[in-house]
């Protein structure tokens, strides 16, 4: 079945920093998406990403549609403390019922003032 | 802002009892999700609807629990009897799409189940 894979499991950096994951897959997908989770709540779309080859920014994070169309990127630029969280990739399950999605297992990042 | 709202927000419940929790999408959204996840892990999809009609519940373990819409608004997922596995954050999620295209998924804050 269809898997997101994601990297690294964890960060731990400095304020200021930059950061950089990804998350790949042995299958096509057409939309990637990128998700953030505080603790205790749902996760809030940060980037949706829906052709080969896009580049978004969304304030200082900026995500891409690898070309292969089976791997994504999400960079944070100049961390603050407030990045702290997981972050998920996802995409749309079309093994079955198509629109509900497939996550990775987050990168969960930590940022120290 | 229009959110999702999920109650109750933390449910502490012994095995062997019955558990439910409650889903009020976004006013409008025909597409309801219930997602499961365990500490750790992405959330992974239990049900979904599209409006009161169930599209798909392959991966809802139907020995013990149930999902309805009846009115095609807000949704009920019931656990009976809960299992000390059933352990993790339950989240709802809507969607103004139909089923079978992608649409943003909006979801709620979840329901942290501890089963002791």
């Known amino acids: 079945g269809q898997q997101l894979n994601q990297s690294p499991q964890s960060m731990f950096i400095q304020e200021g920093e930059d950061v950089s994951m990804n998350c790949t897959s042995s299958?096509?997908?057409?939309?990637w998406l990128w998700y953030k989770q505080d603790p205790g709540e749902g996760p809030v779309l940060l980037i949706a990403?829906?052709?080969?080859?896009e580049l978004t920014s969304n304030g200082r994070l900026t995500a891409q549609f690898g070309i292969t169309r089976k791997d994504s990127f999400l960079n944070i630029s100049a961390s603050i403390p407030s990045d702290v969280g997981i972050y998920f990739c996802?995409?749309?399950?079309?093994?079955?019922?198509?629109?509900?999605?497939?996550f990775g297992k987050g990168t969960k990042l930590s940022v120290k003032p | 802002e229009a959110e999702v709202a999920q109650s109750p927000r933390y449910k502490i419940t012994e095995k062997s009892q019955a558990v439910a929790f409650w889903c009020d999408p976004i006013?409008?959204?025909?597409?309801l999700y219930w997602y499961r996840q365990i500490l750790g892990q992405g959330p992974e999809l239990l049900v979904q609807?599209?409006?009161?009609?169930?599209?798909?519940d392959s991966q809802l373990p139907k020995d013990r629990f149930s999902a309805e819409r009846l009115k095609g608004v807000d949704s009920t997922l019931k656990i009976q009897p809960a299992e000390l596995g059933d352990s993790a954050m339950y989240l709802c999620?809507?969607?103004?799409?139909?089923?079978?295209?992608?649409?943003?998924?909006?979801f709620g804050p979840g329901t942290r189940l501890t089963v002791l």
């Open positions: 999620a809507s969607s103004p799409g139909l089923a079978g295209s992608y649409n943003e998924q909006f």
């Open positions: 299958s096509i997908f057409n939309t």
């Open positions: 990403l829906y052709k080969a080859g």
């Open positions: 996802a995409g749309p399950h079309y093994g079955g019922s198509q629109g509900n999605l497939i």
């Open positions: 006013s409008g959204h025909a597409t």
């Open positions: 609807f599209q409006d009161e009609s169930v599209v798909d």
